[in-house]
């Protein structure tokens, strides 16, 4: 019997994503887990966020990636509270991953905790990793159809983020499908519409320091 055993295999990641979340309770962190495509704009969202909350907020990220520490070399410019995490073949971080990348921060030093998944707008949904909430992130050249084609993202987010919206004169992009498909799947779900590029992240940041008040 196959079945028993991936159950086996959840139940595990569930009681360690239990443990993480009694963790971060303690520290008195807020923890989210970002999710979106490779290259809609995670990290460069993150290096803004880091600039821009400086002086009142203490941010902290553990990112994900098959390869390379290339994301938290771009982090680590702004912040001494980032790890990468290097999944090899793995699509999604699991919340042992995230249990060993957080022993290597100081979580009595912040007070938010931003996981940036592997880029993958399927794999990591379905894998509580101890976080608060998880935020669903899309970009304009994905293409508008994008949540309606990865329904579980958006059911499982409690914020969906549109970045590159800069781009919107220069590709087909269906901003009022986009939209309608989003309120469609999650009534209530807020959705920001930014664009990194230009700084415009403005509504993110309210978001924020909302969460955490
Ligand atoms: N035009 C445009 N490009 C952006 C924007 N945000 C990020 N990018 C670019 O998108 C590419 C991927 O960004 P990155 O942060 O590495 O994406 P990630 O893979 O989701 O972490 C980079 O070349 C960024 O400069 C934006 O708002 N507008
Ligand atoms: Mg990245």
Redesign the pocket.
């Known amino acids: 019997m196959k079945v028993p055993v991936v159950e086996n295999v959840l139940k595990l990641n569930d009681e360690l994503a239990a443990m993480n979340r009694r963790h971060f309770a303690q520290h008195g962190v807020f923890v989210l887990d970002l999710i979106?495509?490779?290259?809609?704009?995670?990290?460069?969202?993150?290096?803004a966020t880091l600039q821009r909350v400086k002086s009142d907020l203490r941010v902290g990220v553990l990112?994900g990636d098959l390869a390379t520490t290339?994301?938290a070399d771009?982090l680590a410019r702004w912040s001494n509270q980032v790890v990468q995490i290097n999944t090899g073949k793995g699509c999604h971080l699991d919340a042992n991953q995230v249990r060993q990348g957080v022993a290597r921060l100081d979580l009595a030093a912040l007070d938010v905790l931003v996981i940036?998944n592997v880029?993958n707008l399927i794999c990591p949904v379905g894998f509580d990793l101890g976080q608060h909430l998880k935020v669903g992130?899309f970009?304009?050249?994905e293409g508008d159809d994008k949540p309606a084609k990865h329904p579980h993202l958006v059911h499982a987010a409690s914020l969906v983020l549109l970045?590159?919206?800069?781009?919107l004169p220069h590709v087909p992009f269906n901003l009022e499908q986009f939209r309608e498909d989003v309120r469609r799947l999650n009534a209530d779900l807020p959705l920001l519409e930014?664009?990194?590029?230009?700084g415009?992240i403005d509504g993110w940041l309210d978001w924020l320091r909302s969460q955490v008040a």
Do not use: F, H, I, Q
């Open positions: 979106g495509s490779p290259g809609c704009g995670k990290t460069a969202l993150l290096e990112v290339r994301d771009r940036e880029g992130m970009s304009v050249p970045n590159k919206t800069d781009l930014l664009s990194v590029a230009r415009d």
